[in-house]
């Protein structure tokens, strides 16, 4: 669990990080690549430290990148991780080997949903309350009332849908948790 408490923890950091100037003079290529690999970022991801690199006149080593990536991408390719890194909100970029690509991003969909979900039911319940708000308001014409009482009706029509969809992602999704232990385990 620290393992993936760490590795989403990478995932963030690397998600929104562009490269200063005193990591281009560092030139840790080993360990930009190795965080790179931990956050599932695409090859690509190089040529965005290229870029920034390029801004200070500074080189990149690809081939010390390109050892850190792979070396970040067998940790970042667990099973196991697929599913903290969709329930955290990240969706696969398919950047593990061909053998368990399928499968990672299966895991990492079906994951992924539950946290769609879940986001969806946090905005319409602020959709709910702030009717609900509007409701109180006693300057409220008769035929304004009427409408906020329909749009409440099927938000909270919306809202109970939500829930039966998050009960059956999450029902899902255990079930393929249970299956990545028993089959994916060493």
Not at 121 to 146: C, F, H, N, T, Y
Request: aromatic fraction near 8%.
């Amino acid at each position: 669990m620290k393992r993936n408490v760490f590795l989403l923890l990478i995932l963030l950091l690397a998600g929104c990080a562009t490269l200063s100037r005193e990591q281009c003079q560092q030139g840790d290529w080993f360990g930009i690549g190795m965080t790179d690999g931990l956050g599932g970022e695409q090859a690509s991801r190089l040529e965005q430290h290229v870029r920034a690199c390029a801004e200070y006149g500074l080189p990149v080593d690809r081939q010390h990148y390109f050892a850190g990536r792979d070396q970040g991408l067998r940790e970042y390719c667990r099973y196991a991780n697929a599913f903290v890194t969709g329930l955290a909100g990240s969706r696969y970029q398919h950047v593990c080997p061909p053998a368990i690509d399928a499968t990672f991003a299966h895991y990492n969909q079906a994951a992924y949903e539950v946290y769609r979900i879940k986001q969806e039911l946090a905005s319409v319940d602020g959709q709910i309350s702030s009717v609900e708000d509007r409701l109180r308001d006693s300057g409220l014409s008769k035929d304004r009332r009427r409408e906020l009482r329909q749009e409440l009706r099927e938000l909270d029509r919306r809202y109970d849908r939500l829930r039966a969809d998050l009960h059956d992602s999450q029902r899902y999704l255990e079930h393929l948790m249970d299956e990545s232990r028993s089959r994916h385990s060493p």
